[in-house]
């Protein structure tokens, strides 16, 4: 199932309705950082509310798409993730180490609209090479 990505400003708004596939969260990967560039947003975010199981695959993808983004030059934020799924993660040991979450969409927003005010979303992270 596809999953609908909304345009605000310059945030990208991705509603996760019902269940996805490993196939379906590749698809919402691909599509969220293809148009990161295309709308040049600043910042992405996921809501996972409807979702009742986030299983290693799909924590892993949620990390992964935030890292992505990333480095593309936005940021990215998790939202909706019901106490029962944190509950579950937790127990289980998965974890969304450096991805930022909030509980609804209106934190969300704020949190973004934080983080691109004060300048903390960088459009390049200085790397180092040495020899």
Known sequence: MEVPILKQHHYLI??????????????LRNALLQRVGEFRSRGVIVDVRALDVLDSFASRTLA??????????AETVIVGIQPEV??????LGLKLEGVAT??????????????????????????SFKR
Do not use: C, N, W, Y
């Not at 992964?64 to 030059?73: F, Q």
């Not at 944190?86 to 127990?91: D, G, K």
């Open 86 to 91: 944190a509950f579950a993660m937790t127990q």
């Open 102 to 127: 909030a509980l609804d969409l209106e934190e969300g927003l704020s949190f973004l609209d934080k983080r691109v005010a004060t300048g903390t979303a960088k459009l390049a992270r200085p790397v």
């Open 64 to 73: 992964d798409i935030a890292h992505m983004i990333r480095l593309r030059g």
């Open 14 to 27: 991705a509603t996760v309705q019902t269940a996805l596939s490993d196939a379906d969260l590749l698809h």
